[in-house]
């Protein structure tokens, strides 16, 4: 296994502990095991115990806000890249070229 790979399995498994965590921070008082419940409940169509206003909490508001900020961060750093490959410069900002 080299570097890069291992360094990619390390950042995808903390990418999912700090989305169990930050699923749980919220008015809902939730827990990381309710939250865990609630994802399986809703993907395998296994029945837990977790109320049906969690689930809903959860599901419904909470992982769609939080996998949509992590789509709009990629995409934010892709573009970055993107900027500073066609300038070649490692320094470029949105401000470089005025589309700021």
Known sequence: MTLYSRLLFLLSVLMILIVLVFVTLGEADISIIETISAIVNKLFNIKTN???SKIVIVWDIRLPRILSGIIIGS???VAGVIFQSILRNPLADP??????
Do not use: E, K, M
């Open 50 to 52: 977790v109320s049906l």
């Open 75 to 77: 995409g934010l750093a």
């Open 95 to 100: 401000y470089t070229i005025g589309v700021s």
